[in-house]
């Protein structure tokens, strides 16, 4: 059963750092494409970050851009979102998805992706 679980999320104050972990279990992690978008209340869910299953293609919102990173571990079956220097408009439920997918694309909408997990709450306030 392919499964993605979210760890990582926090209370933290404006400047800080936080790492999101995505778990994954019941497939191959190298052959699939994965996400992480982020839904704040009351608005749409929208894509932060994602990184081929190559590894090679990477894409993050404009606002991220130069504060988060994406990681994969692949020996691991985990990915990661460092997120630096926190503003209160970072704050939303973050989630990861993976999509099956053979090559060096990255796929930016929730249209393109299968699976999902539960998401981790990341609240930046002072």
């Known amino acids: 059963q392919l499964q993605l679980v979210e760890s990582g999320g926090s209370l933290v104050q404006p400047g800080g750092s936080l790492r999101l972990s995505c778990a994954t279990s019941g ?11 982020r839904q704040a209340a009351g608005k749409e869910r929208d894509v932060v970050s994602c990184i081929s299953a190559r590894g090679g293609s990477i894409h993050f919102l404009d606002s991220v851009k130069g504060r988060f990173t994406i990681s994969r571990d692949d020996a691991k079956n985990t990915v990661y979102l460092q997120m630096n220097s926190l503003i209160p408009e970072d704050t939303a439920v973050y989630y990861c998805a993976a999509r099956s997918s053979s090559g060096y694309m990255c796929y930016r909408t929730q249209d393109d992706y299968a699976f999902w997990g539960q998401g981790t709450q990341v609240t930046v306030s002072s």
Request: a negative charge; glycine letters at 10%; hydrophobic letters at 65%.
């Open 27 to 37: 497939f191959a992690l190298d052959s699939y494409a994965i996400g992480w978008f």
